[in-house]
C-alpha cells in the first residue's frame, strides 16, 4: 500500500489529453514539493517534472504539472505513442521521515 | 557526463547478505545527497535509503530498517548498500539515485539514476 495513491492505468487515444492524480497528505504534498518520473519499459526512471511544475531541460512542454492542497496532477497534452510509460509521483514525508513514491500509473496510448 | 554504475549484484540465498556499490562520475561527488531505491519484478518504486553528504545522516524505510546499511566513500566517488537476511521479497533491481542541489538535502528529487542491477533471493 503506497503512502501516495495514483490511478494503477489511464489511457488516450493519440493527439488527447490525459491526466494522472497523485492524492498524498499534509506531511507529503501538502508541505513538500512533489516530482515525476516517467519509467520506459527495461530502463531507469527519468525526472520528468520537479519542485511540482517544473519541467527539466529535454522534457517537451507537452507535459505539465500541478500541486493543489494535498493532491498533484501531472497533464500530457497532445499524447504520443512514445509517451507510453510507467509514471511515478514522489515526494519527501516529514512524519515518516522517508521518501515515498505513488504505485505509478500505466500510461497505454491507444 | 553524470554516471552513476551499480555493481554487486546476482543471485544470493536466503538468509544471506548482499553488498551493491555504486560508483559515479562527471560530477563532484561529495556535494549530492544520495539514494538506494528498488524495484520488485512487475512492481512500483520502493524507496530505500537517503545519505547525506557527508554520510553522517542516514534515513531507511522502515521495511527495511534494522537489516540494511548504506554507505558513502567521498574520496572514490561511491556508494554501498549492505543488506542482511535476505528473503524472496527482496528480489528486485535495485537504483542508485542522486538528488539534485535545486532542493534541500532529503527533500529534493532524484535528478539521476544509475542503470539498475538485479538481485535475486534464491536457492
Known amino acids: 500500500q503506497s503512502v501516495l495513491t495514483q490511478p494503477p492505468s489511464v489511457s488516450a487515444a493519440p493527439g488527447q489529453q490525459v491526466s494522472i492524480s497523485c492524492s498524498g497528505s499534509?506531511?507529503?504534498?501538502?508541505?513538500?514539493?512533489v516530482s515525476w518520473y516517467q519509467q520506459l519499459p527495461g530502463t531507469a526512471p527519468k525526472i520528468f517534472i520537479y519542485?511540482?511544475?517544473r519541467r527539466p531541460s529535454g522534457v517537451p512542454d507537452r507535459f505539465s504539472g500541478s500541486r493543489s492542497g494535498t493532491s498533484a496532477t501531472l497533464a500530457i497534452t497532445g499524447v504520443q505513442a512514445g509517451d507510453e510509460a510507467d509514471y511515478y509521483c514522489?515526494?519527501?514525508?516529514?512524519?515518516?521521515?522517508?521518501?515515498?513514491f505513488g504505485g505509478g500509473t500505466k500510461l497505454t496510448v491507444l | 557526463q553524470v554516471q552513476l554504475v551499480e555493481s554487486g549484484g546476482g543471485q544470493v540465498e536466503p538468509g544471506g547478505s548482499l553488498r551493491l556499490s555504486c560508483s559515479a562520475s562527471?560530477?563532484?561527488?561529495?556535494?549530492?545527497?544520495f539514494n538506494w531505491v528498488r524495484q520488485a519484478p512487475g512492481k512500483g518504486l520502493e524507496w530505500l535509503s537517503c545519505?547525506?553528504?557527508?554520510?553522517?545522516?542516514?534515513y531507511y524505510a522502515d521495511s527495511v530498517e534494522g537489516r540494511l546499511t548504506v554507505a558513502r566513500d567521498n574520496d572514490h566517488d561511491s556508494l554501498s548498500l549492505e543488506m542482511n537476511n535476505l528473503r524472496a521479497e527482496d528480489t528486485a533491481v535495485y537504483y542508485c539515485?542522486?538528488?539534485?542541489?535545486?532542493?534541500?538535502?532529503?527533500?529534493?528529487?532524484?535528478?539521476?539514476w544509475g542503470q539498475g542491477i538485479l538481485v535475486t533471493v534464491s536457492s
Open positions: 539515485a542522486r538528488k539534485s542541489r535545486l532542493g534541500l538535502g532529503e527533500l529534493s528529487h532524484f535528478d539521476y
Open positions: 562527471g560530477f563532484t561527488f561529495s556535494d549530492y545527497y
Open positions: 545519505i547525506s553528504t557527508s554520510g553522517m545522516t542516514v
Open positions: 499534509s506531511s507529503n504534498i501538502g508541505k513538500n514539493y
Open positions: 519542485h511540482n511544475d
Open positions: 514522489g515526494a519527501w514525508d516529514n512524519s515518516l521521515s522517508a521518501w515515498v
